[in-house]
Structure formats: structure tokens, C-alpha cells
């Protein structure tokens, strides 16, 4: 069976804060298809720092599959990028 996971990816990694705000993404479905072709999505988010200094982050971007009910595939991790910010 499916254990949970401890820790969350990165966890304890950081000694500041990170705000995420205006998600835009330029639809709001995808379709997976049995041989493997998915549709293309563009997807931004503002990230800021604010804590007192400077720090690395990892920003990730999931879609969730409604479909599915069962690990592996009810969420997949679509993309992802490692930033460093200065406060403020």
C-alpha cells in the first residue's frame, strides 16, 4: 500500500519565507491521452521574498488528475524551477 510522506520536498531547507501570488495559467484543463500526448500548458506565478534574508526556493507546479483515485497518478508534477531571491 501507499505510505505518507514525511517530510514535504525541501522541507527545512530555507530560513525565510516565500509569497506566491498571481497563479495565471493559459487553461484550465489538460488531456492525457493513452499513448502518452498531453495538450500544452503555460503557467506563472509571482514569488517573493519576504523574510529578512536571502534564500533559495523551488517552485513547483502539480496538475491534478480528477479521473484517478489512486497513487501514482491523481497528482503529477508538471514542472518546476530553483530560485534564489534577496528580501523584498
Not at 503557467?43 to 483515485?69: I, K, M, P, Q
Request: glycine fraction near 12%; charge should be negative; hydrophobic fraction near 35%.
Amino acid at each position: 500500500g501507499a505510505c505518507a510522506v514525511q517530510w514535504g520536498f525541501g522541507h527545512g531547507m530555507g530560513y525565510t519565507t516565500f509569497k506566491y501570488t498571481e497563479l495565471r495559467v493559459s487553461k484550465e484543463t489538460l488531456h492525457f491521452r493513452v499513448d502518452g500526448a498531453r495538450d500544452e500548458l503555460e503557467a506563472t506565478v509571482e514569488v517573493a521574498n519576504v523574510g529578512d534574508r536571502r534564500g533559495s526556493e523551488v517552485v513547483l507546479f502539480f496538475a491534478y488528475d480528477e479521473s484517478r483515485r489512486v497513487t501514482p497518478e491523481r497528482r503529477r508534477l508538471l514542472g518546476f524551477e530553483k530560485i534564489e531571491l534577496s528580501p523584498g
